[in-house]
């Protein structure tokens, strides 16, 4: 398709973080061309289709670094619970999903991301049982770009863990949890025309993960060239664990192992000091800060701005369907921004523009992307959304890019482009069939939670 996506106010994020008024994007196949004013592309384009922004926002498509797509569809199992009481019912629900589920549940949280402006994803934990295959179909169907990392983990059965243990349906062993990795890896990296990359997510150190497991990963992503992604430092107790086991610093016991370095990104990191920040800095190691999922959980607030500050590159992802409970980046760029405001005292910190790179070009940076999404240059992919602004709550907008963070929410996404691909157009989803994917995820939540034998208990009187 060749197409001018004209009459928007254009925020770039290319290396000027240009915001161009009366803007356009020119696209052939699956890159941009040009971006630039309006009246300028047409007269140099004239045969290349129009697409009318009517006088919206048109920005790169958002990149959530933390997802949990089989989570979709228990959302709203465990609300007002810490991370350990909150983890059995998960737990318990993840453990009997089919296949079938686990597939749904991967189309439910696309759909959920495509109609809220996120083109690309990573998730994190992949289980055997939820069918890595069919869930890479899903993310080839849909459109949209992914990293899709299969769990690795190794604890041994009936040995109970120091944080907490691990139901049986949940569990697998390590040898086949690498050997499916690195068959998935080989099957589907580069798969769905370039959108697919396979890593490694190894569970939390602690949680179903021991030191030989790290250092296996480790060896693994070295061999491989792979990426991983794993949750650090969430709660107290992970950062006490690496204490116990390697008598170091959390980040000083994934530099020994081989694991600090820009191929990994490291999740939460609310419990670790300046010595640790300093060691993601020096190392390039990637950090996803999820602030609904740590203000709903009770987990902390990660120093953000002080990572920022000392160099390292954050992203921001919104991690599950029962710990947010949405997969929606707006509300997550707002929260990331006023959280740290208030917990600093100071209104300056975060504001708009640097949390706008953290949900697009920072993305791009972890996933290794950086010269082909997160930002509209020529050259680059032709990832990117259009907002519809002619709304009350997003009147008027003198600075486009504090609308987008503090005014917007998911649902004002009008169309969504992905390698050039039309993927949603006045907010139809032109791949996938959402009328379907809802009516049977409402079904199969049901029919989990009976399974897994989770009861949803209301507080209130329910009729
Ligand atoms: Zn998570």
Redesign the pocket.
């Known amino acids: 398709m060749q197409a001018i996506f004209q009459n928007a106010d254009v925020i770039t994020m290319d290396k000027k973080r240009r915001v161009i008024s009366d803007g356009a994007v020119a696209t052939d196949g699956d890159r941009i061309i040009e971006v630039g004013k309006r009246n300028d592309l047409i007269k140099k384009y004239p045969t290349f289709e129009l697409y009318d922004s009517k006088g919206g926002i048109i920005l790169p498509g958002l990149v959530d670094c933390?997802v949990?797509l089989a989570q979709a569809m228990i959302r709203g199992c465990a609300d007002d619970l810490s991370l350990i009481d909150w983890l059995l019912p998960v737990w318990r629900c993840q453990g009997s999903y089919s296949e079938e589920d686990g597939r749904l549940s991967a189309e439910l949280c696309i759909l959920e991301m495509l109609k809220s402006g996120t083109t690309a994803f990573i998730e994190?934990m992949i289980a055997s049982r939820y069918g890595f295959n069919g869930i890479a179909q899903a993310v080839d169907k849909s459109g949209i770009r992914a990293a899709l990392s299969k769990i690795i983990m190794d604890m041994p059965p009936g040995v109970d863990q120091e944080v907490i243990s691990i139901p049986e349906g949940q569990r697998e062993e390590k040898e086949a949890t690498l050997a499916e990795a690195v068959s998935m890896h080989e099957k589907w990296e580069g798969g769905a025309g370039g959108r697919i990359q396979v890593w490694l997510g190894p569970r939390p150190f602690g949680i179903g993960l021991t030191k030989d497991a790290l250092r296996e990963v480790a060896k693994v992503a070295m061999e491989r060239n792979m990426r991983v992604d794993i949750?650090f430092c969430e709660i107290k107790k992970d950062n006490k664990y690496f204490h116990k086991m390697f008598n170091l610093k959390p980040t000083e016991a994934l530099e020994k192992v081989g694991l600090l370095g820009p191929q990994t990104l490291v999740?939460h990191t609310i419990w670790i000091d300046e010595e640790d920040i300093t060691n993601l800095a020096r190392t390039g190691t990637h950090v996803v800060h999820?602030p609904s999922?740590n203000m709903k959980l009770g987990s902390g607030f990660a120093r953000i701005p002080e990572m920022i500050a000392a160099g390292v590159n954050v992203s921001l992802g919104c991690?599950?369907g029962p710990?947010n409970n949405t997969y929606d980046m707006f509300r997550e760029m707002k929260l990331a921004s006023y959280i740290h405001k208030g917990r600093l005292l100071d209104p300056k910190t975060m504001d708009s523009e640097t949390v706008l790179e953290m949900a697009t070009i920072n993305g791009a940076k972890v996933m290794g992307l950086q010269e082909e999404i997160g930002s509209l240059e020529a050259g680059k992919k032709a990832d990117l959304i259009i907002l519809d602004t002619n709304k009350a709550h997003l009147t008027p907008r003198p600075n486009p890019v504090s609308t987008c963070v503090c005014a917007v929410n998911g649902s004002d996404v009008n169309t969504v482009v992905i390698d050039g691909k039309m993927i949603m157009e006045n907010r139809k989803v032109l791949t996938l069939d959402e009328e379907g994917i809802i009516k049977k995820a409402q079904a199969s939540a049901r029919d989990v939670f009976q399974k897994a034998g989770v009861e949803i208990k209301s507080r209130w009187p329910r009729e």
């Open positions: 933390h949990h994190t949750h999740i999820n999922s991690d599950g710990s």
